[in-house]
T-cell receptor
């Protein structure tokens, strides 16, 4: 079983829609959590960190449920430019990141 | 500011050949990471360095893979001999350990094809 599991998608949504991605992790010792974004044939880039109390950055909201070992990302008012692969990432220390295989999002006009 | 620089961007080689991938981290960063990405396995950490010292190489697949960081501004990942199953995108990333966020910044990757 992979340490970080994500639904690969693709999620095909129209512009303006709200879409949510989920991720589960298996190691309860995980301490830090992130969402990275990766465009096609590009490198991953940090989208946002995920805090225990949940956090929001514009149209993006991330939530963490430590009891269920579950992380989510909500995107409101989807834009065409949101089309990408979203990688769920956990870390047991500040150095080593463990990536999920990603969830692909396609926003259509 | 220049980000993480990787070379070559694309490499096509034949099985059995030696492949050397290069990385220049962001100036001032003290941690460097080598990852491999495939469709099947996603992004996997191969090895990482702190202050030029290898800390964890448990992700290196086998002895055919080796990595060095002779100074703070340069690292190499070598595969010798290469095999078709090594075909993947290899990313280098750097971060400032002890900084505010420890965010890892990725280079553009080297797309390796072993025939």
């Amino acid at each position: 079983r992979k340490e970080v599991e994500q639904d690969p998608g693709p999620f095909n949504v129209p512009e303006g829609a709200t879409v949510a991605f989920n991720c589960t992790y298996s190691n309860s010792a995980s301490q830090s959590f992130f969402w990275y974004r990766q465009d096609c044939r590009k490198e991953p880039k940090l989208l946002m960190s995920v805090y225990s109390s949940g956090n929001e950055d514009g149209r993006f909201t991330a939530q963490l449920n430590r009891a269920s070992q579950y992380i989510s990302l909500l995107i409101r008012d989807s834009k065409l430019s949101d089309s990408a692969t979203y990688l769920c990432v956990v870390s047991r220390n500040t150095d080593k990141l463990i990536f999920g295989t990603g969830t692909r999002l396609q926003v259509f006009p | 500011d220049a980000g993480v620089i990787q070379s070559p961007r694309h490499e096509v080689t034949e099985m059995g050949q030696e492949v050397t991938l290069r990385c220049k981290p962001i100036s001032g960063h003290n941690s460097l990471f080598w990852y491999r990405q495939t469709m099947m396995r996603g992004l996997e950490l191969l090895i990482y360095f702190n202050n030029n010292v290898p800390i964890d190489d448990s992700g290196m697949p086998e002895d055919r893979f080796s990595a060095k960081m002779p100074n703070a501004s340069f690292s190499t990942l070598k595969i010798q001999p290469s095999e078709p199953r090594d075909s993947a995108v290899y990313f280098c990333a750097s971060s400032l350990r002890g900084g505010l966020s420890n965010e890892q910044f990725f280079g553009p990757g080297t797309r390796l094809t072993v025939l």
